[in-house]
């Protein structure tokens, strides 16, 4: 297991009594948690356990009802702050522009902000295509993709900002199980490589107990526990053991529908 | 649709402030100017010369019968550049284009990819709605003045052709240009110039705010067609009145 300690380049990630509510649910209530830099944070939780909204908090996408949001602490809460640290989000569909080839949504950010001439542009686009090992696909269309090939455009579309911070929403959902540890494996090489911190939310067992320095298991807009794998694994809560040792081998009904 | 007035003006207000920046956007406009261009001429030519025929069938031999073949020309040319025009391709945009703007954007929205943009400090107005807008207010009024040119020569043909009528091509055309103005030319022009901005605003506006999965999609396009041709109509009145005096 990598010791966040050695990876200094990330930014610290507090997150302080979020709560959200939409019309009368309460769907985060009250979150608290730390993510060090150069960590890789997974969140787990079923389904509705409301992990999607917390990202979308955590990248600005919603406004929490309360709570702060730290980022080396500093709240990230006004545009201003914000816009000092570099954070990205791979989306679970990949969000890939499907009128854009490949090539011009990993460059996407870098053309529009105009941060470096067209040639410029293209080799860190053929770079970071390289880095998640997709180089053909550069004038290929999204829809040409496979899903795990489109999580992987997504991911390197993620790294040209030379993220602080990136979040990743369920990354190896509706993949096959070899996509998912091709996806598992980019994570943790670019966490290795660019010493990112990142914070990724899965319903996956193998990705998070396999990528993960600390798992948090969320339920019903809560955080039951929060530790590295093997204290999760041992955590003596129900909902927590009902989560990580669902099976179908277990549940014998579903093999007589 | 009523509800939602104050967010498309809002919309628009955000838009005109990003003008700015359009040039900067010249690629994207330019593409859709194409797309609008591309995906309606044929159907602006073939719509305007019937619209200009049928005016001329329905007129003309009631005029001539009154002894008036010279008013004929005239008055197709009046209605054309004054109304049919303008009203007819701003009604047949908001149903070609303006749905197509809709969809597209409430795709992107649908499947994150708006998101994905905010993601990365990309504005989905100077990104997504600004081109849009600025190519359909810069198509819409071409298309409508080749219409006008389309629409007095389907009067004009008809009127020729008709054994009813008989009008000479002459006599059309220079009845027309002692009716017709460059005034009321350009009045049209403008009219369209401003159902350009409601059909782009419109259509844009439902897209942006487009949820649920296809279903939403398709309620966020008839939604962007009906709300465009009730607004072109209601626009049409009120803009009639405003040039006439």
């Excluded at chain 1, 990993?106 to 998640?132: F, Q």
Aim: a neutral charge; proline letters at 5%; glycine letters at 8%.
């Amino acid at each position: 297991m990598n010791s966040p300690a050695q990876k200094p380049d990330g930014v610290k990630l507090e997150v302080r009594g979020l709560r959200k509510s939409f019309a009368s649910q309460e769907v985060l209530q009250g979150l608290d948690f730390t993510v060090q830099p150069g960590e890789i944070f997974v969140i787990m939780g079923p389904s509705g356990s409301g992990k999607s909204v917390l990202l979308k908090h955590l990248i600005g996408l919603e406004a929490p009802d309360a709570g702060e949001i730290l980022v080396n602490g500093e709240s990230i809460m006004t545009p201003e702050i914000a816009a000092k640290y570099r954070m990205a989000l791979v989306f679970q569909s990949g969000a890939l522009l499907n009128s854009l080839t490949v090539g011009e949504n990993v460059g996407l950010y870098l053309t529009e902000h105009r941060l470096k001439p067209p040639a410029e542009i293209e080799r860190i686009v053929r770079e970071k295509l390289a880095d998640v090992r997709l180089s053909e696909a550069i004038h290929k269309m999204p829809g040409e993709l496979s899903g795990g090939m489109k999580k992987r455009a997504a991911i390197a579309r993620a790294l040209v900002i030379e993220p602080q911070l990136i979040l990743y929403d369920e990354p190896t959902s509706e993949l096959d199980p070899l996509s998912s540890v091709v996806i598992g494996q980019e994570i943790w090489n670019l966490n290795q490589n660019t010493r990112v911190t990142s914070l990724v939310v899965t319903h996956d067992r193998d990705l998070a107990f396999g990528v993960a320095d600390r798992i948090a298991v969320m339920d019903g807009g809560q955080i039951l526990t929060i530790g590295t794998p093997e204290a999760v694994k041992a955590f003596p809560d129900a909902r927590v053991q009902t989560f990580l040792n669902a099976d179908f081998k277990r549940e014998p009904r579903f093999k007589n529908i | 649709m009523f509800d939602n007035i104050g967010q498309m003006v809002l919309l628009f207000w955000r838009t005109l402030g990003a003008l700015p920046l359009a040039w900067r956007q010249r690629q994207k406009v330019f593409e859709q100017f194409f797309e609008i261009g591309n995906a309606s001429l044929l159907m602006v030519c073939m719509l305007s010369f019937f619209i200009g025929g049928v005016l001329s069938l329905q007129t003309g031999p009631a005029l001539v019968e009154r002894g008036l073949p010279s008013a004929v020309g005239g008055i197709v040319g009046l209605a054309v550049a004054r109304e049919l025009a303008p009203v007819m391709m701003a009604i047949l945009i908001a149903g070609r284009i303006g749905s197509a703007m809709a969809a597209e954007i409430g795709s992107m929205r649908v499947y994150q990819e708006i998101d994905a943009l905010r993601t990365m400090n990309i504005n989905p107005i100077h990104y997504l709605v600004l081109p849009r807008l600025v190519a359909i207010a810069l198509a819409l009024p071409m298309l409508v003045v080749l219409a006008i040119l389309i629409g007095w020569f389907g009067g004009a043909t008809v009127a020729e052709i008709n054994h009813h009528m008989a009008i000479p091509f002459a006599v059309f055309f220079g009845d027309l240009r002692s009716m017709v103005e460059l005034k009321d030319v350009a009045n049209g022009v403008f009219k369209t110039f401003c159902f350009a901005i409601i059909i782009g605003t419109v259509s844009c506006h439902q897209g942006m705010a487009t949820i649920g999965g296809p279903r939403g999609i398709g309620r966020s396009v008839t939604k962007a067609v009906v709300n465009s041709i009730i607004l072109i109509v209601m626009f049409d009145y009120i803009l009639t009145r405003l040039l006439l005096h």
